[in-house]
């Protein structure tokens, strides 16, 4: 399996917030791809191509370090988001802990701090 496909599909896995086993097959073995992305990410793999890629953008003037955030006053709720159940606490799996979509945006938080404040 190529690094191609594999890059793709934990793409793919971010956009859409989606488990594991809900990767189409045109990416091949579900599993296949996890194993390869948790072996990436035990050996900084995953840090070292965000750590090359904010290099590269940085260089070419394409990142402003004064203003970049995420605002999400602007982010429209699902219209079935307000008047669930109160009090419970159950966590979406495709956020929960070891998560593809939770590790790679916790990673891109580490590697695009302002450096000037």
Request: aromatic fraction near 12%; charge should be positive; hydrophobic fraction near 40%.
């Amino acid at each position: 399996m190529s690094h191609r496909r594999v890059i793709n599909a934990v793409l793919w896995l971010c956009r859409t917030g989606s488990p594991w086993r809900d990767l189409p097959g045109e990416f091949g073995s579900w599993s296949s791809i996890a194993t390869r992305f948790y072996r990436w990410q035990e050996d900084g793999i995953w840090y070292s191509v965000f750590s090359k890629l904010r290099e590269i953008t940085d260089a070419k003037g394409l990142i402003d370090w004064d203003m970049h955030c995420v605002d999400s006053t602007v982010i429209r709720a699902h219209q079935h988001a307000a008047g669930g159940k109160k009090g419970l606490l159950v966590r979406s799996g495709a956020a929960g802990a070891g998560s593809v979509r939770k590790y790679i945006f916790e990673l891109m938080g580490t590697e695009t701090q302002s450096r000037s404040g």
